[in-house]
């Protein structure tokens, strides 16, 4: 399933959308959550980190969507955005966003239809290289590669990331199967470290791409080093 916002004020676009959302589904068989908004500023109250593909309109009342769109990434700098105008020339801007594309008013079936195909491939391999976790009642999504090692001590786990650390009440098994998948193993039973982000391995030392150093206890050495050489070589990538 792939949810999707539409923050569009005029009643006329937001019903042409919804029009060529159906169709989209029909053609595809793809299948869409979707849920309006009429403003910037309602659309980043309610906003959780919980959408795939935003459209913001960039002419908004109250707030515009490029200035909406600056507030959105500092809570989620991964969701795909795309930008609707009628001015063309005003698209430029969502560069400074990171906007995945823009589509020019009065839009057309097939150049919605051949943007939407390409932002569902991209959502959906974030999807698949991306965790979220949920921190003192705030959701986050976290890149794989932005994720430098998890540790655990006295039953929280902190995803120590390149944006900082990120701690929430767990046990380190209760996420090891998922981050295992994505090229992590156990360097003792306190912490999961990604593959990626090693330097190098000396001895029983394991030296970060961020300069911190971590050490591999004696249990699990063996199993680390074989398995960080296999994804090094590609046959665990």
């Known amino acids: 399933m792939i949810r999707i916002a539409i923050v569009e004020d005029t009643k006329e676009d937001a019903s042409r959308f919804k029009q060529y959302l159906d169709q989209f589904q029909l053609e595809s068989k793809e299948i869409f959550e979707l849920k309006f908004f009429k403003s910037a500023i309602a659309f ?3 906003y959780k980190c919980d959408f795939d593909i935003v459209f913001m309109d960039i002419d908004l009342p109250g707030m515009t969507g490029i200035d909406a769109s600056k507030k959105l990434r500092e809570k989620d700098p991964n ?3 795309v930008f609707l105008t009628y001015l063309g020339k005003y698209a430029i801007k969502g560069y400074s966003v990171n906007a995945f594309d823009f589509l020019v008013k009065p839009i057309t079936y097939y150049s919605f239809s051949t943007m939407l195909a390409r932002a569902i ?3 959906n391999y974030e999807k698949g290289n ?3 976790i949920s921190t003192e009642g705030t959701i986050i999504k976290l890149s794989i590669n932005s994720i430098i090692y998890v540790e655990v001590y006295s039953h929280q786990l902190t995803y120590h990331t390149d944006k900082g650390d990120f701690s929430k009440w767990g046990t380190l098994s209760s996420v090891e199967d998922e981050l295992t998948k994505f090229g992590f193993a156990k360097g003792s039973p306190s912490y999961l470290i990604n ?5 190098m391995i000396n001895g029983n030392e394991v030296l970060l791409d961020n ?5 591999l206890s004696r249990g699990q050495k063996k199993d680390f080093v074989e398995k960080f050489t296999g994804f090094i070589s590609g046959d665990n990538a």
């Open 44 to 46: 980043l109250e309610e």
């Open 79 to 81: 969701v795909v955005l």
């Open 121 to 123: 491939t991209k959502c």
């Open 130 to 132: 991306e965790v979220t």
């Open 195 to 199: 593959f990626r982000r090693i330097s």
């Open 211 to 215: 300069g911190k150093s971590l050490f």
